[in-house]
């Protein structure tokens, strides 16, 4: 329950989420410790690989490395037969000699996507009720941590407002996919990954040595990253988590949406890098890996969409569900009016007041 107490950070108030408030599973710590460890190697062997004379350009996309690894493990945890069958599957192509891009875009399509899309979940699980709890108070504190500043600054929480009551929606079922809110989160990760992808791969100081833009299917991988930077705040979007006030409530998906806007704005230095690049090369090729950028990003997001909510969504949203009541168990506000619209007084043995007892308006007549 959220009550007041001597707090670490500031006087009065509970750092820590109450007990039996947390949902991660033991599951997730594997995934976290698996994508830990594996990042670690990753970048050692980064920096391994640019001492020897490597470039960034081409070292990179092995700091991808842990979607593989999480996506092996949550195949082989929950469909091992799904995992066999892409095994034989890249066996075969090996076998059958076909180019290493085909058997690395099997592998991307498959394994990486799923790692990708449980990372995205394992994180909901760490930030939701810690983000909800913090934006509960977040105004009415004496002393802001450095947590605290960062939830208002990614959530654009207005300082006057009173962030005490908020709510979220407990009736989440659905029968299908839900395309508009998959088309709000592609055109989100268009507008910001796009921008994003070109100040990347498109940076001289990123391409290096390399020559043109025939750039190999692996350096792709890197586009994983942008569902995890897009997908994790869709939860919000799905509870309809909001801060309900007299007049328009606000709804916390809406705010992460505008840091995010606000964050893909400076365009000028990524068209700075276009023309650098057209003037390096033909203004075709640049616009044809332009293009091909998008279509890849809108696949991978789409793929990803769909993953995610076929297979982590409705687990995630029953224990947020289940667990609502110990963060709020009955509704901060409330008013006089019963909800509840019986007519009490027809009822027999219901004490009648004589309303003479508030006493007689007298109004003097001319």
């Not at 899309?117 to 709890?133: D, E, G, H, K, T």
């Not at 043109?212 to 799905?238: A, D, E, Q, R, T």
Request: aromatic share 12%; charged share 20%.
């Amino acid at each position: 329950m959220s009550h007041l107490e001597q707090g670490r950070r500031g006087k009065y108030w509970k750092d820590d989420l109450p007990e039996g408030l947390s949902l991660v599973r033991r599951s997730d710590r594997i995934v976290s410790v698996i994508m830990a460890v594996t990042l670690a190697v990753a970048a050692i062997l980064v920096v391994r690989s640019m001492m020897g004379g490597t470039s960034l350009y081409h070292t990179a996309p092995l700091l991808t490395a842990p979607f593989f690894t999480c996506g092996a493990y949550y195949m082989i945890r929950t469909r091992l037969w799904t995992f066999v069958a892409v095994a034989i599957l890249m066996a075969a192509v090996y076998f059958l000699g076909l180019p290493e891009g085909v058997l690395y875009l099997l592998l991307f399509v498959t394994v990486g996507a799923t790692g990708c899309v449980a990372l995205v979940n394992v994180l909901q699980r760490i930030i939701f009720y810690r983000v909800v709890r913090t934006v509960e108070y977040i105004n009415i504190k004496g002393r802001l941590g450095i947590w605290d500043r960062a939830v208002a600054f990614i959530f654009n929480i207005p300082g006057d407002l009173d962030t005490r009551n908020i709510v979220i929606d407990y009736d989440l079922r659905r029968d299908k996919l839900p395309w508009r809110e998959m088309s709000g989160t592609i055109s989100l990760a268009l507008m910001t990954g796009m921008l994003l992808w070109i100040y990347i791969s498109m940076n001289p100081a990123f391409i290096g040595n390399a020559s043109g833009y025939n750039i190999p299917v692996y350096v792709f991988s890197l586009v994983l990253l942008i569902p995890l930077l897009v997908l994790p705040w869709s939860i919000f979007k799905s509870l309809d988590v909001r801060i309900e006030t007299n007049y328009r409530d606000y709804r916390i998906y809406d705010g992460i949406k505008a840091t995010l806007t606000r964050m893909a704005l400076p365009v000028f230095a990524a068209l700075i890098f276009v023309m650098i690049a057209i003037n390096n090369t033909s203004i075709f090729i640049v616009l044809a890996y332009i293009l091909t950028s998008g279509i890849t990003i809108t696949l991978v997001i789409i793929f990803t969409s769909v993953i995610y909510y076929v297979s982590f969504e409705p687990a995630t949203v029953d224990d947020i569900n289940s667990k609502w009541k110990v963060l709020r168990p009955a509704p901060l506000l409330m008013g006089l009016d019963r909800e509840d619209k019986t007519d009490f007084d027809r009822l027999p043995g219901t004490p009648v007041r004589d309303k003479s007892d508030f006493g007689r308006l007298n109004v003097p007549r001319r």
